[in-house]
């Protein structure tokens, strides 16, 4: 069963407050659930993983994106599980097809919000990329799958607010610490919550590890940002 988790997160930019619903790591799984815990949102972030690379399965995840993209502005960004499919070029033009904005190391304007998806980590070697979004006016939203990557080599850089996934929350979490995630191992430090000041990490929509989650819920997140 999923839940929905709230997040207050103040810029003091912003004319009008707004409702960012953040739909992580769904990894193909039914999500007809999901759109009753973000009813009234106005805008949707998906940071990744909406497929499942173990077995090569993206229809429900493409199918997510285009029901969400008929409900509200729905902006996507890639996850290791999207490029590590056999058939990414295929995916890549079913995501086109979906009507949400497919940020791929790119950025686009919202409003007053700046909204960027960066997957690849050897785009911060070229500064220029980031830099381009970091020049806009406005509250700049990152959408960086891996927080660890983020912590690791983009925490200097100015954006406003960053959502991440990836570490499914720890899988097994005892008193606030999670027991294990992809790419961080045993006792991962960036699992659930807020980071830095600027980036939440969603615990995940999905599981698609064999292991059970305990003590760790689904989530999507809702943050209401001013």
């Known amino acids: ?15 009008k407050p707004l409702t960012l619903a953040v739909v992580s790591d769904l990894h193909n799984e039914p999500y007809e659930d ?3 815990l973000i009813d009234g949102a106005d805008v ?3 940071p990744g993983d909406i497929s499942d690379r173990y077995r090569q399965q993206y229809d429900r995840g493409v199918a997510f994106l ?16 999207e490029a ?3 058939k990414y070029h295929k995916l890549r033009q079913a995501l ?15 409003g007053e919000l700046v909204i960027g998806g960066w997957y690849d980590p050897t785009v911060v070697k070229e500064p220029e990329r980031l830099s381009a979004m970091e020049r806009e006016e406005g509250v700049k939203v990152l959408l960086c799958h891996k927080p660890e990557e983020y912590m690791k080599r983009m925490q200097k850089r100015h954006f406003d607010l960053v959502v991440a996934g990836h570490a499914h929350g720890g899988q097994i979490r005892f008193f606030g610490q999670g027991v294990l995630a992809p790419g961080q191992g045993l006792l991962p430090r960036y699992t659930k919550g807020l980071y830095g000041g600027k980036m939440i990490v969603s615990a995940g929509a999905g599981n ?15 943050i209401h940002l001013d």
């Not at 285009?66 to 599980?81: E, I, Q, V």
């Not at 698609?208 to 689904?218: F, H, K, S, T, V």
Request: aromatic share 12%.
């Open 1 to 15: 069963m999923r839940k929905a988790t709230y997040y207050e997160f103040h810029t003091g930019k912003l004319t």
């Open 34 to 36: 999901i759109f009753p």
């Open 44 to 46: 949707l972030l998906v």
């Open 66 to 81: 285009a029901d969400a993209a008929k409900r509200m502005p729905t902006f996507y960004s890639l996850g290791n599980h």
């Open 84 to 86: 590590r499919q056999e």
């Open 96 to 110: 086109n097809q979906t009507g949400a904005q497919i940020l791929v190391n790119r950025h686009v304007r919202f």
């Open 208 to 222: 698609p590890a064999r292991m059970p989650r305990w003590g760790n819920p689904c989530e999507v997140l809702l």
